[in-house]
RNA sequence: GGGCGCGUAGCUCAGCAUGGACAGAGCGGCAGCCUCCUAAGCUGUAGGUCGGGGGUUCAAAUCCCCUCGCGCCCGCCA
């Protein structure tokens, strides 16, 4: 918080040369840079010099700000002790609501959303992993989320999928896989097309026994989804289920209301001819056969969700980009309120694109075990129960792979790599979990001590870089927030880790003495909160010990 | 063919929204650090035509145009 308020006071104190924040700039040169003077005038060095003068004038009456200095067009601001204090009183007041903001609206953000045909692989991981940490970040900025899944339970695929384990059966294994077992088999030997189109129909019509079946097999999956993601740390508040849109009659009524558009048409199907808005091809609401197709009902669930939220976020693979620009431009048609997409470039394989339906892919599942054993081993001599060994060799796997994908920004295409994935040093949750274990350790071990500090005895630069960045987390909550990246506070994390790791090299804590040993130990409990609170944001769970 | 995204060190990535101070990290390479709070750590060093070309600008990795390479989309699939 502290440090977003400095950069506020800097705006006040310039607002009459006309400084907005683009003219700021973190930097290596100061704590915050003003580059305003280029813009503003031909001759920025005499402008910055100006700016200069005001500034040195007027600063005793801002909190934050301790000093500034010129370099030609440059101002370079300097945060004060009373910085450095204020943010230590409010991590160690605040605790695990250090941070946090305000913001306050109703959010609902779908994210996963796979089909169930099948076990999570890799490829939806960086959905998922994208969209609980935005989650994460959303609440922190005090939003009110809601988590949905939609289950895509009337598609083509689940009725072959349906076929596939009417014919073969279910395995006795995680569901799924089983699942996916009997879709790629059937998928392989082949099938009546003509047989696909009765389940479709059937279930949309509501045949119990239909019904029934599709429940169990989509119920199968699902469990087996929800498994993998709890073992993610991932949770979801809702599973929306596609039918439930069109057994309610909601379905129905929206499909009313796109009839009264002048787009609407119909001649074998039902369509929208959204060329005039440069979609050249049409977009089918209904089958041939009378049957919805996908974007109907999900026409209908953003609708629904018009109602609920202020605010809806979907996490989308790249494949969505032309469909969700198609559902956005229908919804406003309509006159709703279209959501905001969080779009990821795709996952693959060395060897090329996944497949579900091709049995090519890696799962979700074979990943975290393997992940796990490999950190399992690394920590097999480590004196510690096993018990112990297993819940911290959990936490460090879990933790590797959300942060693996996390950390990438999500327009960037990446290539699955097991070395990567299995590295757990300098750029990975690891480290940053290590950092934390390193400040519980300390703490551990310290008997009795005031929870008291003075920022005079904060003279070293590990210090004070350490300070700095604790300063700062509220700063990049709000970037994070304002552009959805999540890789932004996997940076963030990676940065204050680091300067821990620094301050924990340079600085004696409990060797040292007095108000200066107190000092200390009170910045190792803030680091402490403040590390624990970025690794909860991530969803990977803070170790006292590994 | 058209649309969207990506291309930065050997490898994996920041930086691009809102153009500014020498283009930053990690891994890998090389050289070092455990009588000291956990070495999953730390230090130093080498390594760059920011895919290529043109343009705008006092200033371009960042903006515009062209071009090459890769990925995705252009279904009565989802």
């Not at 030997?189 to 097999?217: A, L």
């Not at 009659?249 to 209301?257: A, C, D, I």
């Not at 400040?439 to 300070?467: C, G, M, Q, T, Y």
């Not at 987390?473 to 994070?480: A, I, P, T």
Request: glycine share 6%; with cysteine; net charge negative.
């Amino acid at each position: 918080m502290p440090f977003r308020e400095f950069k506020t006071e800097i705006l006040n104190l310039l607002e009459n040369f006309e400084v907005f924040e683009k003219d700021l700039e973190l930097s290596d040169h100061a704590d915050m840079a003003c580059k305003a003077a280029f813009r503003l005038s031909k001759h920025p060095v005499e402008l910055a010099k100006k700016m200069e003068e005001r500034v040195k004038s007027r600063s005793s009456e801002f909190r934050f700000i301790g000093s500034v200095e010129r370099a030609g067009p440059y101002l370079n601001f300097f945060v004060s002790q009373k910085l450095l204090d204020e943010t230590l009183r409010r991590v160690l007041t605040e605790g695990n609501r250090y941070g946090a903001l305000e913001i306050g609206k109703k959010v609902v953000i779908e994210h996963t959303s796979a089909n169930p045909d099948g076990p999570l692989h890799i490829g939806h991981l960086r959905n998922t992993v994208i969209g609980d940490t935005l989650a994460r970040i959303l609440e922190k900025t005090g939003c009110k989320v809601e988590r949905h899944y939609y289950v895509n339970d009337m598609g083509r695929q689940i009725a072959l999928a349906v076929l596939g384990v009417e014919r073969y059966g279910l395995e006795s294994i995680k569901g799924d896989h089983a699942v996916a077992n009997a879709y790629i088999r059937i998928n392989r030997d082949g099938y009546e097309e003509s047989d696909v189109e009765k389940y479709m129909e059937r279930y949309e019509e509501g045949d119990e026994e239909i019904v029934s079946t599709f429940n169990k097999v989509v119920e199968t999956a699902l469990e087996g989804i929800k498994e993998t993601l709890k073992r993610l740390n991932i949770i979801h508040d809702r599973f929306v289920w596609e039918s439930e849109f069109v057994r309610s009659g909601y379905m129905r009524k929206v499909l009313e209301k796109l009839l009264k558009l002048k787009e609407c048409k119909k001649n074998e199907t039902l369509y929208l001819d959204l060329s005039e808005y440069g979609i050249k091809k049409e977009v089918h609401l209904t089958r041939k056969n009378g049957t919805s197709l996908y974007v109907l009902r999900d026409i209908a669930y953003h609708i629904w969700k018009n109602e609920k939220f202020e605010r809806m976020i979907n996490v989308l693979g790249a494949d969505h980009k032309l469909y969700s620009r198609q559902l956005s431009l229908v919804l406003e048609l309509m006159g709703y309120n279209s959501p905001e997409n969080v779009i990821f470039e795709f996952v693959s394989l060395p060897e090329g694109s996944m497949s579900t339906r091709k049995g090519k892919f890696i799962s979700a599942d074979e990943l975290i075990d393997k992940v796990v054993e490999t950190a399992s081993d690394l920590i097999s001599d480590k004196d510690m129960e096993d018990e112990e060994k297993k819940k911290v060799a959990e936490a460090v796997g879990v933790g590797a792979i959300r942060f693996d994908i996390v950390r990438v920004s999500p327009e960037k295409p990446t290539v699955f790599d097991w070395k990567q994935a299995l590295d757990f040093e300098r750029q990975t949750s690891p480290y940053v979990q290590y950092a934390y274990a390193r400040a519980s350790s300390i703490l551990k071990k310290v008997e009795d001590f005031d929870l008291r500090w003075d920022v005079a005895h904060f003279n070293h630069p590990s210090e004070l870089r350490l300070i700095k960045e604790l300063s700062m987390f509220s700063f990049h909550l709000e970037r994070c927030y304002r552009l959805l990246k999540p890789n932004i506070m996997a940076g963030y994390a990676l940065n204050l880790a680091n300067a821990f790791n620094a301050f924990y090299r340079d600085i004696p804590v409990l060797q040292s003495e007095g108000n200066l040993r107190n000092s200390r130990i009170s910045l190792v409990m803030a680091s402490k909160i403040v590390l624990g609170e970025v690794l909860n944001l991530l969803g990977i769970e803070p170790l006292e010990r590994m």
